[in-house]
């Protein structure tokens, strides 16, 4: 298998433009997260998903988020208008949660960057 | 929530040294993982470990969940071995959610 599958790998934009974030996650997997890397705050959850609905998006950060889940084989994060605070790295994660296991496997993540 | 702790935040060891990582947790849990953040970005999974101990390679990982800590062991340490390792846990039932530790930045120097 490929792994998750994250694009962009970079994104530069300017504040105010929309942008989103795509995620393929391994083939199987009924789990799909969400995560954000910064200094700050280091890594933390923003939504995720259980077989394409979301089951907890109280890490989203404001209105300006949202994802999307419309298959099991692809989920966007979009954020509009952008900001300079979103800058950070996105991962996507998933996991086959069965008895006895819940490995969550992540992405490489894309790094945004918002001028 | 659950807090997750590591210690120590920074760790500068010479290629050979061994090396142990700590991760403690305040409450129970029914998930651990240990991951390595490389230099290049990527988090990379080591261990699936909410309790018992497994060894893989030069590493090994211990969970004493009735303690709330884990351990990661790393041996032989080599150039590679460099960047952050995190602990991240799954608080109880029906929580499907990894709390990430704030992770122990490791320099192996040649």
């Known amino acids: 298998d490929a792994g998750v599958i994250q694009s962009p790998r970079h994104e530069v934009t300017e504040m105010g433009q929309e942008v989103t974030l795509r995620c393929k996650p391994i083939s199987g997997h009924d789990y799909l997260f969400w995560y954000r890397q910064t200094m700050m705050r280091g890594l933390e959850l923003l939504i995720y998903f259980n077989n394409n609905v979301p089951i907890d998006d109280s890490g989203m950060p404001e209105d300006r988020f949202s994802a999307k889940m419309p298959n099991a084989s692809f989920s966007t994060l979009k954020i509009q208008p952008s900001e300079p605070r979103d800058s950070a790295v996105y991962f996507c994660a998933s996991s086959l949660r069965r008895q006895g296991a819940a490995e969550q496997y992540f992405g490489p993540g894309t790094r945004l960057t918002v001028t | 929530g659950i807090q997750v702790e590591q210690s120590p935040p920074d760790l500068i060891l010479q290629e050979g040294a061994n090396s142990t990582l700590r991760c403690n947790f305040s409450d129970s849990v029914n998930n651990l993982q240990w991951f390595h953040q490389n230099p290049w970005g990527q988090l990379i999974n080591l261990f699936y470990?909410?309790?018992g101990t497994k060894q893989n390679g030069r590493l090994s990982a211990t969970t004493v969940a009735t303690e709330r800590y884990s351990l990661l062991y790393i041996s032989s340490s080599q150039t590679t071995d460099s960047g952050v390792y995190f602990c991240a846990v799954e608080a109880g039932f029906g929580n499907e959610k990894l709390t990430f530790g704030t992770g122990t930045r490791l320099t192996i120097i040649p």
């Open positions: 470990i909410p309790s």
